[in-house]
């Protein structure tokens, strides 16, 4: 570790789920000189499957759930936003996190929140992306990386990867090729976003 790095930029990711993306974070920022380490796992889901994989990396976890806050996500996100800063997170990253965020936890992370979905954007915004790119006969569907900004997957798009759609594929054949390569892009997008834009700013 040379003295001009600064040091790792504290992620906090955040689920709904199994996590897989979350868990290729994991252990990308757990590389000798990767330039961000997750430092929290978040979910609004106390059964998400990824806690227990970030407990076993040794990743501290919260869980706020959305229930108890009843129509009011801006109360919800406050929550959240309480624990990020307690874990004196820098940046964001959404894993399939299944909540829209409102203009208050989007205002106050704009440009440190990342997120990645399972189409080559701007195409397919949105939900069953690998529904759609095989109805509409499209050669190749895949995965993006962007910032997070109020419209929906709508933000700067950062790194994309391409997946070829093979002429037999199935919505789930598909999605698992995309995902395999989510694994791959996720980390190396953040890796490249904490070494430059947060270090520069």
Not at 23 to 37: H, R
Not at 162 to 188: F, G, I, K, W
Request: some cysteine; hydrophobic content about 45%.
């Amino acid at each position: 570790m040379s003295d001009h790095h600064a040091s790792p930029s504290r992620v906090a990711v955040l689920i709904s789920g199994a996590g897989s993306n979350m868990a290729a974070l994991i252990d990308a920022g757990g590389q000798p000189d990767a330039p961000f380490e997750v430092v929290l796992v978040l979910s609004n889901k106390a059964e998400a499957g990824g806690l227990a994989v970030a407990e076993a990396k040794g990743v501290a976890t919260a869980v706020i759930p959305h229930e108890a806050f009843g129509k009011d996500r801006a109360a919800h996100e406050q929550a959240v936003q309480a624990v990020l800063e307690a874990h004196g997170v820098e940046v964001v990253a959404l894993a399939g996190y299944m909540r829209l965020l409102t203009p208050f936890l989007v205002g106050r992370w704009a440009g440190r929140m990342l997120n990645i979905h399972p189409s080559l954007l701007p195409k397919y915004r949105g939900l069953d992306t690998h529904v759609r790119a095989i109805a509409a006969g499209d050669a190749e569907a895949g995965c993006s990386v962007h910032l997070v900004t109020e419209g929906v997957d709508d933000g700067p798009v950062l790194g994309q990867t391409a997946v070829p759609v093979l002429p037999d594929d199935t919505p789930a054949s598909l999605a698992q090729r995309v995902l395999d390569s989510e694994h791959r892009l996720y980390p190396r997008v953040l890796a490249e976003f904490c070494r430059t834009q947060i270090r520069s700013s």
